[in-house]
Structure formats: structure tokens, C-alpha cells
T-cell receptor, first 113, second 113 residues
Framework: GENVEQHPSTLSVQEGDSAVIKCTYS??????FPWYKQELGKRPQLIID?????GEKKDQRIAVTLNKTAKHFSLHITETQPEDSAVYFC????????????FGKGTLLTVNP | DTAVSQTPKYLVTQMGNDKSIKCEQN?????MYWYKQDSKKFLKIMFS???????INETVPNRFSPKSPDKAHLNLHINSLELGDSAVYFC????????????FGNGTRLTVT
């Protein structure tokens, strides 16, 4: 079936290290790939997104890369800080629908001081 | 000004009861959604409305009935609540384009006892 696979499910890093989270998607027609951050007890919030006409996008310490051929995209966080600790979700529109943004199962990132 | 607001924030009720959650957005978006986040943090789409019309119903039991009186409001009524309905329910909105990000409300934590 159509889905978004996300790995790893948990990730623990030392402050200052880099963190990478990877997602694969099944629908070759998908053209939009957002990443959301959800802190404990809060709502998911968009942190960065990429469209299929671009291979990489960067915003300060976070970046997203997209490989359309392989149907995968990754979130890179450099110089991690304790406040980066949260659950991160990737997503993609699946099934040819504008209205069905499907989420990966999330990655719990813990940044240890 | 909160862009997507939902009420109540917490809802504790007994099995068999009927309850409603309300959502309003002031972003001028055409599309609104209900997502369910279970205890494992999986974010799963339930419904999507575009300009008051139901677009997506993701095999949700018919005890769940969404209603959109206008494109700025999307309510969720749940009949005969069951233990398995306990979750956080997030309302969201978007412009409805294939590359539109979702804007989430703060969530309603429903606990069925």
C-alpha cells in the first residue's frame, strides 16, 4: 500500500553532534515533503519543507535533501542542542490527493547535554 | 491570535457517552482536517473537508461524524465512546494545494474511562 516509512524510531545524540532522520515514500507522484517537530504535549509544527523541483534546502542548522529517483528524503540537524529534543515527523501527499498528507511514524530525538 | 483553535483542550468521559470537539481557523484556508494521534504518537488522518465538502474519510467508524458549517469551522462529534477512542485529536487546516503545509491546532486530549 501507499505509505511513508521513517527511520530510526529513536535517536540519541550528544549535544553538538549531527542527527539524520530518513524517510521513504511509495507514491512517485508525491511532490511535497514537509518535516514537523512535535515537542512534548504540544502540536506538530512545520520546521522545513522541500518541493520536488529542488534537491536540497537549508535553514540555519536544519536541512532537507530529496532523492526523487530513490523516493527518499532526509532531515539533517547540525550542532544539535537540548532544545532540539522532540518527535520529528516526515510527511508526503499520497494517493494522488491534495488532501491526504500522510505522516511517517515519527522519530524521538534526544539530545544529551 | 491563534490560527487554528480547538476546544476543549481536555475531555474526560465515560464509555458510551457522546462528545463533541470544535475547531476554528482564521487563516482563510479552504481545507480542514481531523487527525488522530494515539499513544504511540502515530498521526493518522481521519477526515478532510474542502470548502465544507467531505473529501476524505479514512475508514473511520461511523460513530465519528464531522460537520463543517462553513469553511472556517470543522467540528467532530463522537457517539457511543469506546476505550480505544482515547487519543489526542488534532484539527488542522491548509490551502488545499498539493504542496500546502498543514497548520495544526493545539489538540484535544480525549480520555475515555
Amino acid at each position: 500500500g501507499e505509505n511513508v516509512e521513517q527511520h530510526p524510531s529513536t535517536l540519541s545524540v550528544q549535544e553538538g553532534d549531527s542527527a539524520v532522520i530518513k524517510c521513504t515514500y511509495s507514491d512517485s507522484a508525491s511532490n511535497y515533503f514537509p518535516w514537523y517537530k512535535q515537542e512534548l504535549g504540544k502540536r506538530p509544527q512545520l520546521i522545513i519543507d522541500i518541493r520536488s523541483n529542488v534537491g536540497e534546502k537549508k535553514d540555519q542548522r536544519i536541512a532537507v535533501t530529496l532523492n526523487k529517483t530513490a523516493k527518499h528524503f532526509s532531515l539533517h540537524i547540525t550542532e544539535t542542542q537540548p532544545e532540539d529534543s522532540a518527535v520529528y515527523f516526515c510527511a508526503a501527499p499520497l494517493g494522488g490527493s491534495n488532501y491526504k498528507l500522510t505522516f511517517g511514524k515519527g522519530t524521538l530525538l534526544t539530545v544529551n547535554p | 491570535d491563534t490560527a487554528v483553535s480547538q476546544t476543549p483542550k481536555y475531555l474526560v468521559t465515560q464509555m458510551g457517552n457522546d462528545k463533541s470537539i470544535k475547531c476554528e481557523q482564521n487563516l482563510g484556508h479552504d481545507t480542514m482536517y481531523w487527525y488522530k494521534q494515539d499513544s504511540k504518537k502515530f498521526l493518522k488522518i481521519m477526515f478532510s473537508y474542502n470548502n465544507k465538502e467531505l473529501i476524505i474519510n479514512e475508514t473511520v467508524p461511523n460513530r465519528f461524524s464531522p460537520k463543517s458549517p462553513d469553511k472556517a469551522h470543522l467540528n467532530l462529534h463522537i457517539n457511543s465512546l469506546e476505550l480505544g477512542d482515547s487519543a489526542v485529536y488534532f484539527c488542522a487546516s491548509s490551502m488545499g494545494l498539493r504542496d500546502s503545509p498543514l497548520h495544526f491546532g493545539n489538540g484535544t486530549r480525549l480520555t475515555v474511562t
